[in-house]
């Protein structure tokens, strides 16, 4: 079972960036495309980012992008999620989730059979 690791969540103040990693190790991260969702209290988890196992297409929900870009180093076997210009909306636990091929839209949670445990991104002065 691929396990991922989240890491790089903080406290941030408004306008300010974070860098998310998602890692693992023992596979092959460059066969899967990765996710990122987020929970924000009191909501449901939303699909944040997407990226295919090259890098070669990336898509974003509405609501983050421009300050958001989300990337992938295969031969560190990590994905990333560089999140500019931050918000007090945008906090939350951030996951990322891993899959071989999507049988719905890239936001669904049940494209995807590997999860990280999250990691808390907090925005506030």
Do not use: H
């Amino acid at each position: 079972q691929l396990q991922l690791v989240e890491s790089g969540g903080a406290l941030v103040q408004p306008g300010g960036s974070l860098r998310l990693s998602c890692a693992t190790s023992g596979f092959n991260l460059r066969v899967y495309n990765i996710a990122w969702f987020r929970q924000a209290p009191g909501k449901e988890r939303e699909g944040v980012s997407f990226i295919t196992p090259w890098g070669t297409n990336t898509l974003y929900a509405d609501t983050v992008k421009g300050p958001f870009t989300a990337s992938r180093d295969n031969a560190r076997n990590t994905a990333y999620l560089q999140m500019n210009n931050l918000k007090p909306d945008d906090t939350g636990i951030y996951y990322c989730a891993a899959a071989w091929s999507l049988s719905t839209g890239w936001a669904e949670e049940n494209n995807y059979p590997s999860w990280g445990q999250g990691t808390q991104v907090t925005v506030s002065s």
